[in-house]
């Protein structure tokens, strides 16, 4: 039987996948996690209530629930990343940043209403990730590991999504200004059943 000596004992707790800042940065990390995850409930929500019979909007309901799908697999990207760093995670770690509270408890909005706050939404998604981002590399701990992670998964995709949904926002918001809105917005939900 091998016995440890005292040397090995003080060896072991070092027997881990940590390195570089990730004991500090785990936290923000988490927090992260958890705003994709609540992220991705809400645009599941939103997508129910116009795939419903009453709203019937197919297309609004594929946008949403795409980005809600999007914002799943970011969450469990980010708790991989944590896992590969030797991090664990605390679903309890909540989100950095404060949503207003009377917006997000009302998911039952009109189309546009409905489109800006999947704006906000992804803007304060992207915000938070150049947070973390510009938060590590000011450290006086680096870990450029972390810095490259946000930079290459969430940074493109994030931009993107803003983007995409800043365009529909401001058509929708045009196409409302037309003779009779409820064409408008019935031709802007089929134009976003094709588009996705």
Known sequence: ????????????????????AIDLL??????????NIETSFEF???????????????????????????????????IKYIAQRGGKMNFNQLPRFKKNVKDSRVLELNELNSLSKAL?????????????HAQEQHHTKQDAGVAH?????FIPSLSERVRQLAGY??????????????????????????AL
């Open 1 to 20: 039987m091998y016995a440890l000596s005292e040397k090995d004992n003080l060896l072991i707790p070092n027997c881990n996948a940590k390195f570089g």
């Open 26 to 35: 785990q936290a923000e990390l988490q927090a992260y996690t958890n705003a």
């Open 44 to 78: 599941l929500l939103m997508s129910t209530h116009f795939g419903n019979y009453e709203a019937n909007r197919e297309g609004f309901k594929g946008l949403y629930r795409k980005l809600s799908d999007q914002s799943w697999e970011d969450a469990i990207n980010l």
């Open 120 to 132: 906000d939404t992804e803007k304060q998604l992207a915000n938070e990730a150049l947070r973390i």
């Open 149 to 153: 992670y946000i930079e290459e998964r």
């Open 169 to 194: 926002t401001n058509d929708l918001k045009k196409m409302l200004m037309e003779r009779d809105p409820s064409i408008s917005i019935f031709l802007f939900d089929e134009y976003l059943q094709k």
